[in-house]
């Protein structure tokens, strides 16, 4: 089965500065890539996805980078806010319908 | 719309005791999904249902069944509840096919949290 691996595990960032996250993946055939965020106690938000016949997706603040070829997929949020804190998960969908999720990062934007 | 919901809320179990875990939705979506959350584990697939009738096993499936007898409803159960099942169970529910803006979106539920004693 599909194998999704996600770095950093927690990340602390200035507020107003980028973050960056990483997921890789091994399954050459997944074709869906969506991220979550999740807030504590709380369920898991999608914030933005992208499929696998693109390369780049954005959405104001948020943006998301695909190498197929290399087969990893990164989060990138700009400008960042202390309301950004949370847990982001990455996931990959394989051709048939099962999800499989990164174990997340835990992010800080510090004031 | 309540979007999907899930009962109980919160669930203490002794080892060997049995539950079952609802999960609604009223989007009138295809698929739906349990998952488990643990800590530094993100979240893994139980089972899952592609329709009416059908299910499926995913990454985690031993120790847990599930039924799917109507459409807006997917079932969890845990026949003889072990330690190693405490964790906080998340259901989800999506289109077949991409909707608005193309997003094939996952639509959770707000979590039950199962500690076994």
């Known amino acids: 089965g599909e194998n999704v691996e996600q770095h950093p595990s927690t990340l602390s960032v200035q507020e107003g500065d980028s973050a960056v996250i990483k997921c890789t993946y091994s399954?050459?055939?997944?074709?869906?890539f969506p991220w979550y965020k999740q807030e504590l106690g709380k369920r898991p938000q999608l914030i933005i996805d992208?499929?696998?016949?693109?390369g780049e997706k954005k959405d104001q603040r948020i943006a998301v980078t695909l190498n197929k070829t290399a087969k990893h997929f990164s989060l990138h949020i700009t400008e960042t806010q202390p309301e950004d804190s949370a847990v982001y998960f990455c996931?990959?969908?394989?051709?048939?319908?099962?999800?499989?999720f990164g174990t997340g990062t835990s992010l800080t934007v510090i004031p | 719309n309540a979007g999907v919901t899930q009962t109980p809320k919160f669930r203490v179990l002794k080892t060997g005791q049995s539950m079952t875990l609802l999960c609604a939705q009223d989007?009138?979506?295809?698929?739906m999904y349990w998952y488990r959350q643990d800590p530094g584990m993100g979240l893994r697939l139980i089972h899952y249902?592609?329709?009416?009738?059908?299910?499926a096993k995913g990454e985690v499936p031993d120790g847990y069944n599930v039924s799917r007898l109507k459409k807006q409803n997917f079932l969890l159960g845990l026949e003889s509840a072990a330690p190693s099942q405490t964790s906080v169970y998340f259901c989800?529910?999506?289109?077949?096919?991409?909707?608005?803006?193309?997003?094939?979106?996952?639509?959770f539920g707000p979590g039950t949290r199962l500690t076994v004693l």
């Open positions: 992208i499929r696998s016949n693109v």
């Open positions: 989800a529910s999506r289109y077949s096919y991409p909707v608005r803006d193309n997003r094939n979106e996952q639509f």
């Open positions: 989007m009138n979506h295809e698929y």
């Open positions: 996931a990959a969908k394989d051709t048939g319908n099962q999800f499989y």
């Open positions: 249902s592609v329709g009416e009738g059908t299910t």
């Open positions: 399954d050459s055939a997944s074709n869906y």
